[in-house]
Each structure stands twice: as C-alpha cells, then as structure tokens.
Nanobody, 123 residues
C-alpha cells in the first residue's frame, strides 16, 4: 500500500520557521519526484516546490523562492520542506505528493498524495 504521511504543521508567528516532513512507504522512493503543494481556504491547490529523484534539482513557486527549501533523504524515504520567513499568506494545508515524471509541477502529474498538514501563520 502506497502511503505518504506529512507532519510538522502548526501555528507559528509571521517571520518564524517550520520544517515539514513527509514519509513515504510502499513505493520505490528514489524513483519518484517529490512535490509539495498547498491549499488555502477558499483557494485552489497550488504548487509550492518539487525535488527530483536524486535531489540534485529543485523547482519552486515564485511566491516561496528564497524562503522555502525542499530536500530529501532517500535512505529515510523522506522529503522535507524548510519554510523560513513565514508570512500570513503561507497559511494553508500543505500536501506532499509523488510523481513518476522526471520533472513535475502540476497536480495532474502526481499520482500519490498525502493527507495534508495544517500550517497557520499569525500576523
């Protein structure tokens, strides 16, 4: 059974930092591009960041460039999202997802999703 489980979301003040984790099971982790998406209340889910199989290449949404860093540990089947300088507009449910594509930034390119973790940034 393929499963992605996110953790690390909580309430944090603006300007603070959080690190989200996503542990994968039931798939050959190092063969997948891993992505992070988020969905704010009343908005569509949007791409945040992605990291390719070996971890050598990453992609970011413009809104998080310079503040967020995606990384992965293939030995631990885990992908991380380090979020710094958080803003109230970063408040959302954050999802990790797995894609067999070499490069993926669109929802339809991801076949497996976690249940999400809530990040709330207070002003």
């Amino acid at each position: 059974q393929v499963q992605l489980v996110e953790s690390g979301g909580r309430l944090v003040q603006a300007g603070g930092s959080l690190r989200l984790s996503c542990v994968a099971s039931g798939l050959f982790f190092s063969s997948y591009t891993m992505g992070w998406f988020r969905q704010a209340p009343g908005k569509e889910r949007e791409f945040v960041a992605a990291i390719r199989r070996s971890g050598g290449s990453t992609d970011y949404a413009d809104s998080v460039k310079g503040r967020f860093t995606v990384s992965r540990d293939n030995a631990k089947n885990t992908v991380y999202l380090q979020m710094n300088s958080l803003l109230p507009e970063d408040t959302a449910v954050y999802y990790c997802a797995a894609s067999i594509k070499v490069r993926a930034s669109r929802e339809y390119e991801y076949s497996t999703w976690g249940q999400g973790t809530q990040v709330t940034v207070s002003s």
